[in-house]
């Protein structure tokens, strides 16, 4: 009996795990959690975009510098508000994903 000794087998389909769905509880409270980091993401980076624009470009003296940080806040919280760059999009994603939930929508 010297000869192969593989053994076929039918190939099965491989059909990936159904998440089951999050409730709008769930949803809600992973949209309000991604936005928010989006918006500190973003203000983080417009703060360091800020550092390399001139001191005097918004009227100089001491306010300007106390005041860069409230600017920053407010524009982050308008990218945020206009759909952002697309930073909260993928966190829902993966943050339901972590939870072993979906959002239901079609991949």
């Given at each position: 009996?010297?000869?192969d ?5 039918p190939?099965?389909p491989?059909?990936p795990p159904?998440?089951?769905?999050a ?7 992973v ?6 980091f989006e918006e500190?993401?973003l203000?983080?980076?417009l703060?360091e975009?800020f550092?390399?624009v001139?001191?005097?470009?918004f ?7 106390a ?6 806040e407010?524009?982050s919280?308008?990218?945020g508000?206009?759909g ?5 999009k993928?966190?829902?994603h993966?943050?339901?994903?972590m ?7 079609p991949?």
């Amino acid at each position: 009996m010297a000869g192969d000794m593989t053994i076929e087998a039918p190939a099965l389909p491989i059909q990936p795990p159904v998440r089951p769905v999050a409730t709008a509880e769930q949803l809600a409270r992973v949209k309000k959690v991604s936005r928010e980091f989006e918006e500190s993401f973003l203000q983080v980076m417009l703060g360091e975009m800020f550092k390399t624009v001139p001191t005097g470009q918004f009227g100089g003296g001491e306010g300007e510098e106390a005041f860069k940080s409230f600017l920053t806040e407010a524009f982050s919280k308008q990218i945020g508000a206009a759909g952002g760059i697309g930073l909260s999009k993928q966190l829902n994603h993966e943050l339901l994903k972590m939870q072993g939930l979906t959002d239901g929508a079609p991949l």
